[in-house]
C-alpha cells in the first residue's frame, strides 16, 4: 500500500550498528522497534522468546528503540539505559531484565537493574545523565518513522512490515516459515 | 492507498503520477490532489481562538484530518506526530490535526495525550472543511488524509488511508523533504516568486498548542 513513498519496508537494514541476537545466517529476520515502557510491547516480550525458541536457528531478532517518550515518559531512558549496557556487551541481559520489570523503570531502578547483572552501574547511571544514547535511540526512531513504523510494537519479517495479529504465535510463526521458505539460502545482508 | 505526488516541482497543474488508483476509497470520497490550491478555512483551535489557513502562509502546512479524538488509532497517530513533531518543525512545518470534535472535546483529548500542536473542530457547520478537502466521510466523521502543503498554499502531496489504518508519518517527512526551498518559504530566496508570501510569524505559537 504505501511502497509509492518507501514505508512498511525496513530503512535502513539491519547492519553491525544494530543489536542481534540468534544465527547471522538465519534465513529469516525479525525486526521489532519497540517500547519499554509500552504494554503492548510488555506482552510480545514473551510471545517473541518463544518464536525465538521454537525458530532456533532459522531466526535472528533484532531490536530498535521507538520509545513514545510523550505517552511514556520512562520509555526513552530505558532505551538509553539498554544501549549503555550494549556498550559493555549485555544489550540482550538488559532488555531482558527491562521487560520482565516494566513497573519499575526509574532511573535508580534501571541503574539498580545494571548492578544486578554485574554491569559498571556509575557508567550506565552517568550515561543517564549525560544523555550519551539520546541521539542513537532517536536515530532508531526515525528510522522507524522511515520505514512505516505507526506504533508499538511493530515487526518487520526479512525487511517487510508484518500487519498480522502479533498476539496470534502461531500465526506469527507459521509467517516467519513461510518467509524462511522464500529466503534464497545463503544471506545476503538484509 | 491513494498517494497524489507532484510530478513536476512547479507546475500548477500536476496530473498526478500516482493516477492509476486516484484516491477513491469505496464510498466516493476523493482527496484534493497535488497541485491543488489548499481551500482557506477558519476554525477553532480553542474554545476562544481561531486559527486561519492563510495565516500560515510563508511556511508548509501540514493537515492532518482523522475521524475522531479519543478513538485508540487516533490517540496512535497523533501520539505519533506528536513525538515526530520537532522533525516536522525541522522542515518548517506547521501541523494542524482536524477533526469533526468540538473544541471542549479536543482539549480534554490534547491535555490528556500531552499533545504539543493544534486540533481544529471541523464542528460547525460539521464538517464543512473536510468536504472541501474530499476527505469527509458519510458516517460522519473526517476521513483519515494527509495534505502537505507548500509555503504558497498549494497542496504538494495528498493521501488517504483506510479507515482503520494509522497511516504513520512517513509519507509526510517524504514530502515535506522533496519541496524545493522556494515551496518551503525558505527567507533566503530573494527570487519573491509573487506577493504571496506573507510570511506569517508563527501565528500558532509552537508550544500553545491546543492545549494547556
Redesign the interface.
Known sequence: ??E????ARLSPPVSARDHVAGDANAPVTLVEYGDYECPHCGHAYPIVKSIQHRLGKKLRFVFRNFP????HPHARHAAEAAEAAAAQGKFWQMHDAIYENQMQLEDEDLVATARRLKLDAEQVARALEEGTWTARVRED??SG???????TPTFFINGERYDGAWPDEDAFVRALDQAAKQAPTGRTAS | ?A?H?DSSNSSSNSSSN?SSNFSSDGNGASVLPAGTEAPNFTLKAAPDRDISLAELRGKPVVLAFYPADWSPVCG??M??Y???LP?FREQGAELLGISVDGTWCHKAFADA??L?FPLLADFEPKGEVSRAYGAYDDSGVSQRALFVLDAAGVIRWSYLSPMG???????I???LERLTPEQRGASASTSASSGSRTSAPAATSSDAGAAR
Open positions: 500500500m504505501s509509492e513513498f518507501g514505508g513514545l517518550a510523550e505517552s526512531f526515525r518513522i522511515r520505514s512505516g513504523v505507526n506504533g | 492507498m498517494e505526488k500516482s496512535d497517530q501520539a505519533l506528536n513525538e515526530i522533525d495525550r500531552k504539543r489504518v494509522n497511516p504513520g508519518a512517513d509519507g517527512l517524504a514530502a
